[in-house]
């Protein structure tokens, strides 16, 4: 199992390649559960403002599909429960899943 800053660091590197720089904040990842109850990664994608209105869903599939091809190739096996939210959002406590 990787340890969380290293998952942090393939995630933010996959989006930013994926999303651009100018989309993406950095990345966050913290223990998490599937819908099983077995370890998952609880993952947060910090955006610009703004970024939803550019970025295309094709390119959002793209990078999970990016993401979890870097995950198994590291022999990473909990599941990638990915969230997305702004500076703003995080520090008003309000971290939408989606």
Excluded: F, Q
Aim: proline share 5%; charged share 35%.
């Amino acid at each position: 199992m990787l340890d969380y800053p290293e998952v942090s660091r393939i995630v933010e590197a996959s989006a930013k390649a994926v999303l651009g720089d100018e989309n993406i904040v950095r990345a966050l990842t913290e223990p998490g559960a599937d819908s099983e109850g077995k370890d998952a990664l609880r993952i947060t994608i910090v955006v610009t403002p703004g970024a939803a209105d550019r970025i295309k869903g094709a390119d959002v599939m793209k990078m999970l599909l990016d993401i979890h091809n870097r995950l198994d190739s590291e022999k990473e096996e909990r599941t990638p429960i990915i969230h997305y939210a702004t500076e703003e959002e995080l520090a008003a406590g309000d971290n939408p899943e989606c």
